[in-house]
């Protein structure tokens, strides 16, 4: 069992910067695919970023924060983070990281593929 406990979200105004940081539980933290999605009012949950296993070598973005969005790991503190630069109001949401613990692949973009969730942390971003 994997536990998922985000935090860093809050009120920014559009233009700044939050730094948003995921601690998983477990001891093969450095053998999962770790992704963040986002939630925005009213609609699905989307992705946004993801980082391959074990070393975080290959990172993949959507493209609405691809140059503003920034995923990294830190296995030694079993720790995934999202820097996110330049906000927008549209990127106001709730942030889920995940977790794909198959070490089938390299990275994953899809939500069916994770099999671990944390519970989000609130990004809001005013105008």
């Known amino acids: 069992q994997v536990q998922l406990v985000e935090s860093g979200g809050g009120l920014v105004q559009a233009g700044g910067s939050l730094r948003l940081s995921c601690a998983a539980s477990?001891?093969?933290?450095?053998?999962?695919?770790m992704g963040w999605f986002r939630r925005a009012p009213g609609k699905e949950r989307e992705f946004v970023a993801t980082?391959?296993?074990?070393?975080?070598?290959?990172?993949y973005y959507a493209d609405s924060v691809k140059g503003r969005f920034t995923i990294s790991r830190d296995n030694a503190k079993n720790t995934v983070y999202l820097q996110m630069n330049s906000l927008k109001p549209e990127d106001t949401a709730v942030y889920y990281c995940?977790?794909?613990?198959?070490?089938?692949?390299?990275?994953?973009?899809?939500?069916?593929?994770?099999?671990?969730w944390g519970q989000g942390t609130q990004v809001t971003v005013s105008s």
């Open positions: 995940a977790a794909d613990t198959s070490r089938t692949i390299n990275i994953v973009t899809t939500e069916y593929e994770y099999d671990y």
């Open positions: 477990g001891r093969t933290f450095s053998s999962y695919v």
């Open positions: 980082i391959s296993w074990p070393s975080g070598r290959i990172t």
